[in-house]
């Protein structure tokens, strides 16, 4: 019989999910053709526009448009259809696939500074460029798909500046933006490459703030946080109409227009579902949703109860397994709940003492990864499953400071984020997760939580429970018994697998399950 337990064993450690190390170079960027494309610093090449297929070898300078260790600095790259398109050297606009022939200039105009928001319809690319700065000098330019094809829209004599491009119609090539006039102020306009024309002053001639922040298309309307000095910024929506351009709710309701409900923006739609964040004048800052009436925009859960903005908020809104996931702080710590859009389908999902979620979540087959802090490893690398089993993946930078798990993407099939290993800037590179689909430390009524799971020495047990624990080695042999600890030491034991068996103390329950010792 011992035979056939080590071999399962055996198995089990083959499958476990493994964090390996890719590259000392932070791949952060915009995926294309099973790419990701980045800006890199280097050495060698100064910052310039790279390129990454996932390994070591893959990850390379991809142009050096700038020759030699001058900078280009490509930025804002944005991906429409299967190109990216970016600035460089600060009045060019340039275009990659992620290879070297599709890799070229479109724009180098002396009249265009500072690209930015691109966004594309059926046959024009928009975007606004001008001198930085707050509400001032930004035009509105077209082009199509081949270099040197740019056209300015808003003419110089009418509009002092054009922000927030949205794409409305994309057959008609129809966007609605922000456009600040010498007779309007700013107001919502649209336009089609050729004829561009006012939607709706939303506070006539008096606004020094755009209208539109934040937005989503949903079918033919446009939801988003506008800003008017009669409410502050509020839920609108638009079909780029003047008669149609409503506010759906004043949610925060107050004579100062400072005081506006905070909506982000972060607009998310699940199933019949428009999800978002905002506050009223009851409550802080918590998950709402919509379906386009007054009467159907509603807080769902006071999550963090009062109004208060300790935590700032819900954040990393993401689909899972057809619901609503975010991180929320309530009056205790920071961790990821769960909706599907009643009060009483608000839960928290991850409920483990001392811990915060502190990073962004990412869905990943059938997987969230996340980065959580515990005080006894820092931020390191958790996920949950579809069952919302949570697992401690990997101390990747052992002690309590952590690696600060974050900025997830997916390439060929495999999750990657990046993380240090010295708890310093110089220390990040980037990580593969190489098998998403078993675990080794599951959080379940069949088993004890225990982390970090594989360990180089010390395992903690935050049970609430009075726990007798042995722990076995492959052969049956007893190599650790420890009684009613919350952290054991087994430094003194050699790397390998090994059996933890935990008792119950008042109920006498056993649970046994693996440990991997590093």
Same mark, same amino acid.
């Given at each position: 019989?011992?035979?056939?337990?080590?071999?399962?064993?055996?198995?089990?450690?083959?499958?476990?999910?493994?964090?390996?190390?890719?590259?000392?170079?932070?791949?952060?960027?915009?995926?294309?053709?099973?790419?990701?494309?980045?800006?890199?610093?280097?050495?060698?090449?100064?910052?310039?526009?790279?390129?990454?297929?996932?390994?070591?070898?893959?990850?390379?300078?991809?142009?050096?448009?700038?020759?030699?260790?001058?900078?280009?600095?490509?930025?804002?790259?944005?991906?429409?259809?299967?190109?990216?398109?970016?600035?460089?050297?600060?009045?060019?606009?340039?275009?990659?696939?992620?290879?070297?022939?599709?890799?070229?200039?479109?724009?180098?105009?002396?009249?265009?500074?500072?690209?930015?928001?691109?966004?594309?319809?059926?046959?024009?690319?928009?975007?606004?460029?001008?001198?930085?700065?707050?509400?001032?000098?930004?035009?509105?330019?077209?082009?199509?798909?081949?270099?040197?094809?740019?056209?300015?829209?808003?003419?110089?004599?009418?509009?002092?500046?054009?922000?927030?491009?949205?794409?409305?119609?994309?057959?008609?090539?129809?966007?609605?933006?922000?456009?600040?006039?010498?007779?309007?102020?700013?107001?919502?306009?649209?336009?089609?490459?050729?004829?561009?024309?006012?939607?709706?002053?939303?506070?006539?001639?008096?606004?020094?703030?755009?209208?539109?922040?934040?937005?989503?298309?949903?079918?033919?309307?446009?939801?988003?946080?506008?800003?008017?000095?009669?409410?502050?910024?509020?839920?609108?929506?638009?079909?780029?109409?003047?008669?149609?351009?409503?506010?759906?709710?004043?949610?925060?309701?107050?004579?100062?227009?400072?005081?506006?409900?905070?909506?982000?923006?972060?607009?998310?739609?699940?199933?019949?579902?428009?999800?978002?964040?905002?506050?009223?004048?009851?409550?802080?800052?918590?998950?709402?949703?919509?379906?386009?009436?007054?009467?159907?925009?509603?807080?769902?859960?006071?999550?963090?109860?009062?109004?208060?903005?300790? %935590?700032?908020? !819900? =954040?990393?809104?993401? @689909?899972? *397994? $057809?619901?609503? /996931? &975010? #991180?929320?702080?309530?009056?205790?710590?920071?961790?990821?709940?769960?909706?599907?859009?009643?009060?009483?389908?608000?839960?928290?999902?991850?409920?483990?003492?001392?811990?915060?979620?502190?990073?962004?979540?990412?869905?990943?087959?059938?997987?969230?990864?996340?980065?959580?802090?515990?005080?006894?490893?820092?931020?390191?690398?958790?996920?949950?499953?579809?069952?919302?089993?949570?697992?401690?993946?990997?101390?990747?930078?052992?002690?309590?400071? %952590?690696?600060? !798990? =974050?900025?997830?993407? @997916?390439? *060929? $099939?495999?999750? /990657? &984020? #990046?993380?240090?290993?010295?708890?310093?800037?110089?220390?990040?590179?980037?990580?593969?997760?190489?098998?998403?689909?078993?675990?080794?430390?599951?959080?379940?009524?069949?088993?004890?939580?225990?982390?970090?799971?594989?360990?180089?020495?010390?395992?903690?047990?935050?049970?609430?429970?009075?726990?007798?624990?042995?722990?076995?080695?492959?052969?049956?042999?007893?190599?650790?018994?420890?009684?009613?600890?919350?952290?054991?030491?087994?430094?003194?034991?050699?790397?390998?697998?090994?059996?933890?068996?935990?008792?119950?103390?008042?109920?006498?329950?056993?649970?046994?399950?693996?440990?991997?010792?590093?």
């Amino acid at each position: 019989m011992k035979k056939i337990t080590i071999f399962l064993l055996l198995m089990g450690w083959n499958s476990f999910a493994q964090v390996e190390f890719i590259t000392d170079v932070i791949v952060h960027g915009v995926k294309v053709n099973n790419k990701m494309v980045f800006m890199n610093n280097s050495p060698e090449y100064g910052k310039e526009l790279w390129v990454s297929d996932g390994t070591a070898a893959g990850t390379k300078v991809l142009k050096d448009i700038n020759a030699g260790s001058a900078d280009s600095t490509p930025y804002n790259l944005t991906l429409l259809d299967d190109v990216v398109y970016f600035q460089a050297n600060s009045h060019q606009i340039w275009r990659t696939d992620g290879t070297i022939n599709g890799t070229y200039k479109m724009v180098d105009n002396n009249l265009i500074t500072n690209p930015f928001n691109y966004v594309k319809t059926k046959d024009f690319i928009f975007f606004y460029a001008g001198a930085s700065g707050f509400n001032c000098c930004k035009k509105l330019w077209r082009m199509n798909l081949n270099p040197n094809s740019e056209n300015l829209v808003t003419p110089e004599n009418n509009f002092v500046s054009a922000e927030g491009l949205i794409v409305f119609d994309y057959d008609e090539n129809v966007i609605l933006f922000n456009a600040k006039t010498i007779a309007n102020e700013w107001a919502i306009w649209r336009t089609n490459g050729g004829v561009s024309l006012m939607v709706k002053d939303l506070t006539p001639k008096k606004s020094d703030a755009q209208p539109i922040q934040g937005a989503k298309l949903l079918g033919s309307e446009i939801y988003f946080s506008g800003f008017t000095t009669e409410f502050g910024s509020e839920l609108w929506k638009t079909d780029g109409t003047l008669d149609n351009t409503k506010m759906i709710k004043d949610i925060y309701v107050d004579e100062n227009y400072f005081n506006g409900s905070g909506l982000r923006g972060d607009f998310i739609k699940i199933g019949a579902n428009l999800y978002f964040t905002a506050r009223d004048n009851s409550n802080g800052i918590e998950v709402w949703k919509t379906d386009g009436s007054e009467s159907g925009t509603q807080m769902i859960k006071d999550v963090n109860p009062g109004n208060n903005h300790s %935590g700032g908020g !819900p =954040g990393n809104l993401t @689909e899972f *397994n $057809g619901l609503l /996931y &975010f #991180t929320q702080s309530d009056s205790n710590n920071s961790q990821i709940w769960k909706t599907n859009g009643t009060e009483t389908g608000t839960v928290k999902v991850i409920n483990i003492p001392n811990t915060n979620v502190v990073y962004d979540i990412f869905f990943h087959k059938a997987n969230l990864y996340f980065g959580m802090e515990t005080p006894e490893t820092g931020t390191e690398l958790w996920k949950l499953d579809n069952n919302d089993n949570a697992t401690f993946i990997r101390d990747i930078f052992p002690g309590t400071e %952590g690696s600060f !798990p =974050g900025s997830f993407f @997916e390439l *060929n $099939g495999d999750a /990657y &984020f #990046t993380a240090t290993n010295n708890g310093l800037y110089s220390g990040y590179g980037t990580y593969k997760i190489t098998d998403q689909s078993l675990t080794t430390n599951k959080i379940n009524e069949n088993a004890v939580f225990i982390y970090p799971n594989p360990t180089t020495g010390m395992l903690n047990i935050p049970s609430e429970n009075k726990l007798d624990i042995n722990i076995y080695d492959l052969l049956g042999k007893n190599v650790g018994h420890f009684k009613n600890q919350k952290t054991i030491d087994i430094s003194n034991l050699k790397s390998g697998i090994y059996l933890l068996k935990s008792t119950e103390l008042q109920t006498d329950k056993t649970f046994t399950q693996k440990i991997i010792k590093q």
